[in-house]
């Protein structure tokens, strides 16, 4: 699932392609991925240009000269931006120029549009982008009894942490999942902040994860991968077995040595 290294990789990529491109037409065979009829979002677009492209969380955003339309690869997707449309996609985006976005989902994504941010519910209702924020707003966010995994997974609280990365930034971090929010110490809630940049630059750097595709479907680069899916191997700090726990509706992979 794509997080925010890659939407803030793909957004980079798509603001240097897209900027000032006028958009044609939107057309799909799923309007359930819509938050609009195909008709009304397509006299919405119609004619309009893109003014920036950048991600929130994992979302990216397309700013229009009126209005915005946000996309989601929810568990991820095969996309393109070429002169014609990649064959069996669910989704594509005509520009003017003759350029076309074509976008196949892995499993349902969303494409929705609004004329403002506040006024795009999916949008509206997400929390601020975790990078976004400062060191103290983000620290003021880690508090109450959910656990560190909740909390941080948790798009409503703060935007663009996902499974993929989560395990990493808590052992980088030495934290455990389960810890509640306020519990941490004033240092251990910096230590978080300063880790989670520390990972989501050198990633997004790296064009995000090797095992995703840009926009020119050429893969990412970063494969590093500390504690991550490595269940029973050594600890890179310690040596410790690597741990694989049920936490939630879902596993995390801890060093239980490290991460308190
Ligand atoms: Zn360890």
Not at 70 to 99: H, I, K, S, Y
Not at 206 to 232: C, I, M, N, P, T
Request: with cysteine.
């Amino acid at each position: 699932m794509p997080e925010w290294p890659e939407l803030r990789a793909w957004s980079g990529q798509a603001q240097q392609a897209l900027q000032g491109a006028a958009l044609d037409r939107i057309e799909t065979q799923n309007e359930k991925m819509l938050n609009l009829p195909l008709e009304a979002l397509n006299a919405a677009v119609r004619g309009r240009r893109v003014r920036q492209v950048r991600n929130m969380g994992k979302w990216m955003l397309f700013e229009l000269d009126e209005g915005l339309l946000g996309l989601n690869f929810n568990m991820g997707a095969d996309f393109c931006l070429d002169r014609r449309p990649m064959e069996n996609t669910r989704l594509q985006v005509f520009f003017a120029d003759g350029r076309v976005f074509s976008i196949r989902f892995w499993f349902l994504g969303y494409l929705v549009y609004g004329r403002s941010l506040a006024l795009c519910p999916a949008l509206a209702s997400l929390g601020p982008d975790c990078m976004a924020l400062s060191k103290e707003d983000f620290c003021a966010l880690l508090k109450g009894r959910r656990s560190l995994k909740n909390l941080l997974l948790d798009q409503h609280t703060l935007c663009g942490i996902g499974n993929f990365y989560l395990h990493d930034l808590l052992f980088l971090a030495g934290l455990h999942p389960a810890r509640q929010a306020g519990s941490l110490s004033q240092a251990e809630k910096e230590g978080l902040f300063e880790a989670m940049h520390a990972l989501f630059e050198r990633a997004a750097a790296q064009g995000g994860a090797a095992y995703e595709h840009d926009l020119f479907f050429q893969s990412g680069h970063y494969r590093q991968s500390f504690v991550g899916y490595k269940e029973r191997q050594a600890c890179p700090r310690c040596g410790a077995p690597i741990e694989k726990i049920k936490l939630g509706a879902s596993h995390v992979y801890l060093c239980a040595n490290c991460q308190h």
